[in-house]
């Protein structure tokens, strides 16, 4: 049985639907795992948000463990003062916070859903990291809404979704598994005609985030997200998959491998 953590910053709908839909599958024994606990950074009665997410962890009934980061870096907890320069220090500082509070946690690997934070070095060798990235690999690094606004930008044929290990490094991690899927064609075709001979800039102050091309996009990246990391773990928990403690992937073979393509797994199924 592979044993996941959980971390989450709890900031919206899709961190509350990421960890629902993962502990669905694995009631329904979709998939062969345990959430062995959920971190949040954050604490109860810190936001509307949150407070939310903390009523999913609760109905799962899983060990949960919250440390503020806001109250942390603000000095509330260490009675310590703000200062910008500083900052890498205090997430090294607050990353082993977390990892003395997770002491007594042993997961094979750990879920960054909705995890607003980059994680140091430290806690990187401590747990296999599992971010998800909206891109495919190559693709732009970013928020999803700095890759949509790439891909509009340099006329991108395809984008996709993918999922690496996580470095204190932004999106340069490790490729772990990855879906691809084009952005011409079908329903594509007509939206780039709408912004054809238009700069990102003016697109921006036209539609902006609203724009047909930047929704379509989105909508088909956020529909693989859920169906990439479900069948990631599924891949992991069945040795389709393994995270070396050197931190590199190999296949079942122990072959080193640069990302297992889920592209056809999942298009198969039916999830899009």
Request: one cysteine or more.
């Amino acid at each position: 049985m592979l044993r996941i953590g959980w971390f989450s910053s709890g900031g919206g709908k899709a961190s509350r639907d990421l960890l629902i839909t993962t502990e669905t599958a694995i009631r329904r024994r979709e998939l062969d795992a345990e959430i062995e606990f959920v971190f949040c950074t954050r604490d109860p009665g810190e936001s509307f948000e949150s407070n939310l997410f903390f009523r999913v962890v609760n109905a799962c009934h899983k060990p949960f463990v919250s440390i503020s980061y806001d109250k942390f870096k603000t000095g509330v907890e260490g009675n310590r003062k703000v200062n910008v320069r500083a900052l890498p220090e205090w997430r090294l500082d607050y990353d082993r916070r977390i990892m003395q509070a997770l002491d007594n946690f042993n997961p094979d690997v750990c879920v960054l859903a909705g995890y607003m934070l980059v994680t140091g070095a430290e806690m990187c060798r401590r747990f296999n990291m599992l971010n998800l990235h909206p891109a495919a690999p190559g693709g732009p690094a970013g928020t999803w809404q700095q890759v949509i606004w790439k891909l509009i930008d340099t006329d991108a044929q395809e984008t996709g979704v993918m999922m690496h290990l996580a470095t204190p490094e932004l999106d340069k991690g490790p490729l772990v598994t990855y879906c691809t899927f084009p952005i011409r064609g079908g329903i594509f075709d007509p939206l780039w005609a709408e912004v054809k001979g238009k700069s990102v800039t003016q697109i921006k102050k036209e539609s902006g985030e609203a724009g047909h091309l930047f929704q379509a996009i989105r909508a088909q990246g956020l529909a693989r997200e859920v169906p990439l990391i479900l069948t990631t773990l599924k891949a992991i928990s069945q040795n389709k998959l393994h995270i070396t403690p050197e931190k590199t992937v190999v296949d079942f073979e122990g072959k080193p491998i640069d990302g297992y393509n889920l592209t056809g797994e999942i298009d198969r199924k039916g999830q899009i």
